[in-house]
């Protein structure tokens, strides 16, 4: 089993719409979570940590179930600019390995 | 403000030669990580550094091996290179272990 798994999707949204990703974790001693976006040929750009109490910062909220094992990304009133692959990253059990999810990739239609 | 700086950018190698790819983390970041990317795939971890010293190893084949130098950068030697290498290679820094910030990455091709 891969230490964090993602629905690939693909997720096809028109604008405006609200969409929403989850991942999960096979590690309950990870402390670390981020989401991730990466567009095509580019590097992984940070989009969020996971706090504990959940976060949100303008469209986007992450939230941690430390219960269930996985964290959510909801991203509200979606734009086109938002289309790219949405990757989740936890750590390991020593603070200094992290692992992708395999990726969730949005499309935002017009 | 200063990014991850990674060079080169695009690398092209036949078989069995050896590659050294060159990463500078953001300033005063003090941890530096390596991950491969093969193309519709995933970054995988290949291997981190705290100060200077391996803090983490991954799925780094035996071929390869990085260090962190004094002035925090890193360099990633990969020798004996395979077809299967060719992938795009990602350095990312952070101060501590905490949120990596990647650079731009670069395009091994091996013929």
């Known amino acids: 089993r891969k230490e964090v798994e993602q629905d690939p999707g693909p997720f096809n949204v028109p604008e405006g719409a609200t969409v929403a990703f989850n991942c999960t974790y096979s590690?309950?001693?990870?402390?670390?979570f981020f989401w991730y976006r990466q567009d095509c040929r580019k590097e992984p750009k940070l989009l969020m940590s996971?706090?504990?109490s959940g976060n949100e910062d303008g469209r986007f909220t992450a939230q941690l179930n430390r219960a269930s094992q996985y964290i959510s990304l909801l991203i509200r009133d979606s734009k086109l600019s938002d289309s790219a692959t949405y990757l989740c990253v936890v750590n390991g059990n020593t603070g200094n390995q992290f692992y992708f999810g395999t990726g969730t990739s949005l499309t935002v239609i017009p | 403000a200063a990014g991850v700086i990674q060079s080169p950018r695009h690398l092209i190698k036949e078989k069995r030669e050896t590659a050294t790819l060159k990463c500078y983390p953001i300033?005063?970041?003090?941890?530096v990580y390596w991950y491969q990317q093969g193309p519709g795939q995933d970054p995988q971890f290949l291997i981190s550094f705290y100060e200077k010293m391996q803090s983490d190893k991954g799925s780094i084949p035996d071929r390869f091996s990085a260090q962190q130098f004094s002035d925090y950068h890193s360099e990633l030697n990969m020798s004996s290179l395979e077809l299967g290498d060719s992938a795009l290679y990602f350095c990312?820094?952070?101060?501590?272990?905490?949120?990596?910030?990647f650079g731009p990455g670069t395009r091994l091709t091996v013929l």
């Open positions: 996971v706090y504990s």
């Open positions: 300033p005063r970041h003090d941890t």
């Open positions: 990312a820094s952070s101060f501590q272990p905490n949120e990596q910030f």
């Open positions: 590690n309950s001693a990870s402390q670390s």
